[in-house]
C-alpha cells in the first residue's frame, strides 16, 4: 500500500496510544490531543531548566551522548529544523539534516525506505514534517523499539513542540492558565499551531479558549473552545492573542485566497485593535510572520511582542523532549 493511502488510513485521533508505551512513559512525540498534564507540566518545567539569558553561553548535557538524531522535514522550515538541530546537539547527539531535494526521495524512495536506510545507519530519533496527515505516526509504528519519533509538524493537524513552546512562553508571562482568556486569530482551518495550542491548553485547563477566524476560514467545532467569527468579540479582554500566518499553501481553491491589503484591514492584528485586549496582554506568532497580513510589523516588534522569546524557548523545549525520549520518559 502507498504511503498516501496508509496517511488516509491513519487517524490523527489514535496518536495517544502510539506515542506512550505500556508504562505510560512518552515512546513518541506525536500529538498533544489527549496528553496527560503532568506530563506536559513536565516537560515545561524541564524546558525552562534549559533556559539562559541573551549572551550568557547556552546550556549543554549529555542526554544524547552516542545517538544520532536525523531531521526529515518534506516541508520547509526555520525555526522548527534548526531548533531541533540546536537542541539536539546541546545535548550531544550527532545530527543529520537529509535535503529531501538532493536526497534518493528525488528518485521515488519512499518515506518508509528512506527511514529504513537511515536505521541502517544507527539513527536513533527522527524528526518529522511532513504535508500529510499521519506519516509519523506510520513511521512510529515501523520503526525499531529503539527508535522514536518526533512530529515537527503535521499538515494542518498538529505540531506539538510549537503547543509546547507555545505553553512555556504564556507560562512565562502569566504564571498559570485556569484566569487566562487566549484568543487564537486568523486562519485557524488550516493552523496545526492553532490545534496543537488549543490541545495544550486545554489540558493545561485554560479560562477561555476563542478560535478567532473569518468565517471562511473558522475550523470545525474543537470541545473546550469557542469558535467567534466576530474579531473584536474575539479579542476583547484577551490575555494572550496569538496571530496565525494564512497558509495560502494549503488553500484547496486557489481563488479563494484573500487579498493581503484587504485580509489586513479586516483581520489584521494591529495596535489599535489590540486596544480591545486586555492592557498587559502579550501577542504572539509562531513564525514565519507576514507583516501587514495578519500582523501589523510595529506590533510585532513592539513591547507586547513575545514572538522572540517563542523561537528562544523553543530550543529549550525541544531539548525536553529530545531528553525525555532518550531517557525512556524520564526527565533530568
Ligand atoms: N513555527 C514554525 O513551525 O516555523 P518554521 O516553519 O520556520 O519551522
Known amino acids: 500500500m502507498s504511503l498516501s493511502k496508509l496517511a488516509k488510513e491513519t487517524s490523527s485521533a489514535d496518536h495517544s496510544e502510539l506515542q506512550l508505551d505500556e508504562q505510560g512513559r512518552l515512546r513518541h512525540l506525536l500529538s498533544l490531543r489527549g496528553m496527560d498534564r503532568d506530563l506536559i507540566v513536565a516537560l515545561l518545567d524541564r524546558a525552562e531548566s534549559f533556559l539562559t539569558q541573551p549572551g550568557q553561553r547556552p546550556v549543554r548535557g549529555k542526554a544524547l551522548d552516542g545517538r544520532t538524531v536525523a531531521n526529515l522535514f518534506l516541508e520547509n522550515?526555520?525555526?522548527?529544523?534548526?531548533?531541533?538541530?540546536?537542541?539536539?546537539?546541546?545535548?550531544?547527539?550527532?545530527?543529520?539534516?537529509?535535503?529531501?531535494?538532493?536526497?534518493?526521495?528525488?528518485?521515488?524512495?519512499?518515506?518508509?525506505?528512506?527511514?529504513?536506510?537511515?536505521?541502517?545507519?544507527?539513527?536513533?530519533?527522527?524528526?518529522?514534517?511532513?504535508?500529510?496527515?499521519?506519516?509519523?505516526?506510520?513511521?512510529?509504528?515501523?520503526?525499531?523499539?529503539?527508535?522514536?519519533?518526533?512530529?515537527?509538524?503535521?499538515?494542518?493537524?498538529?505540531?506539538?513542540?510549537?503547543?509546547?513552546?507555545?505553553l512555556l512562553t504564556i507560562?512565562?508571562?502569566?504564571?498559570?492558565?485556569?484566569?487566562?482568556?487566549?484568543?487564537?486569530?486568523?486562519?485557524?482551518?488550516?493552523?496545526?499551531?492553532?490545534?496543537?495550542?488549543?490541545?495544550?491548553?486545554?489540558?493545561?485547563?485554560?479560562?477561555?479558549?476563542?478560535?478567532?477566524?473569518?468565517?471562511?476560514?473558522?475550523?470545525?467545532?474543537?470541545p473546550g473552545a469557542d469558535i467567534v467569527t466576530n474579531f473584536d468579540a474575539g479579542i476583547a479582554d484577551a490575555d494572550v492573542v496569538m496571530v496565525l500566518r494564512i497558509q495560502k499553501e494549503r488553500f484547496m481553491d486557489k481563488a479563494g485566497i484573500p487579498d493581503d491589503a484587504e485580509y489586513f484591514r479586516a483581520w489584521g492584528v494591529s495596535r489599535e485593535r489590540m486596544k480591545l485586549a486586555a492592557d498587559d496582554a502579550i501577542v504572539m506568532h509562531p513564525g514565519p510572520m507576514n507583516r501587514g497580513v495578519e500582523i501589523e510589523g510595529k506590533l510585532a516588534d513592539g513591547p507586547a511582542s513575545v514572538i522572540t522569546e517563542q523561537v528562544r524557548n523553543g530550543v529549550a523545549v525541544r531539548m525536553a523532549v529530545l531528553e525525555m525520549l532518550a531517557n525512556n520518559g524520564a526527565t533530568g
Open 171 to 222: 507560562r512565562l508571562h502569566k504564571g498559570n492558565f485556569t484566569n487566562l482568556t487566549v484568543a487564537i486569530v486568523g486562519d485557524v482551518a488550516h493552523s496545526r499551531v492553532a490545534m496543537s495550542a488549543a490541545a495544550g491548553l486545554i489540558a493545561m485547563g485554560v479560562g477561555k479558549l476563542r478560535l478567532v477566524a473569518p468565517p471562511e476560514l473558522a475550523p470545525d467545532a474543537v
Open 77 to 166: 522550515s526555520t525555526r522548527t529544523r534548526t531548533s531541533f538541530e540546536l537542541a539536539a546537539k546541546r545535548l550531544g547527539a550527532d545530527v543529520l539534516n537529509l535535503d529531501l531535494n538532493t536526497s534518493s526521495a528525488a528518485k521515488g524512495e519512499s518515506i518508509l525506505d528512506t527511514i529504513y536506510t537511515l536505521q541502517a545507519m544507527q539513527v536513533d530519533m527522527f524528526v518529522v514534517r511532513d504535508r500529510q496527515v499521519g506519516t509519523q505516526a506510520i513511521i512510529a509504528r515501523n520503526v525499531g523499539a529503539h527508535v522514536n519519533v518526533l512530529n515537527a509538524g503535521e499538515a494542518n493537524v498538529s505540531h506539538p513542540t510549537q503547543g509546547l513552546l507555545d
